[in-house]
């Protein structure tokens, strides 16, 4: 130590070197948490897009009835609420567009299967099932657009696999 320095410099400056350590390893912690709790409900809420995106009008199968389509939306409905409190605004704004996407799609099934008999073996008519299919590859694109902003705001790469 030079005769010009003071004594505490030292001290002060490893102390100062330790705060902002822990400061660092605290922040980054904090956000790798914040991240997996984002994750846990960005995924919820894909796999219940993905229950309704799998709802087909009519089941394969005469005996069984089709699952409602109305709990399936109102599932993804409570999901987006939560999101909405943690999510970015472009995650936000990508879920509601899923929401209503669900609800149109879900809509469509119901009418389908008021205005609509069943075919063999679970088919629609041509006219029916291309109706369907419309809202549902418009459905799909919303998942997909939620699932790449989802995966920007978790620092993720790569994607969700959605089965097209």
Not at 76 to 85: C, F, K, T
Request: charged share 25%.
């Amino acid at each position: 130590m030079t005769s010009g320095q003071t004594w505490w410099a030292a001290p002060v400056a490893g102390l100062l070197g330790v705060l902002i350590t822990l400061f660092g390893t605290g922040r980054a912690q904090r956000i790798r948490m914040r991240d997996e709790a984002n994750i846990a409900a960005y995924l919820e809420f894909w796999n219940a897009c993905m229950d309704l995106y799998d709802l087909a009008v009519w089941s394969s199968d005469r005996s069984e009835a089709p699952v409602q389509a109305r709990p399936l939306v109102d599932r993804i409905g409570r999901l987006g609420r939560a999101i909405s409190y943690r999510g970015t605004s472009k995650v936000i704004r990508a879920a509601r567009r899923v929401e209503s996407e669900a609800t149109g799609f879900a809509s469509l099934v119901e009418d389908l299967r008021r205005d609509t008999l069943r075919g063999v073996g679970g088919e629609l008519d041509e006219r029916a099932d291309s109706r369907f299919q419309v809202a549902r590859a418009a459905f799909a694109e919303a998942i997909e657009a939620f699932g790449a902003a989802s995966r920007r705001d978790v620092n993720l790469r790569g994607s969700w696999d959605f089965p097209s």
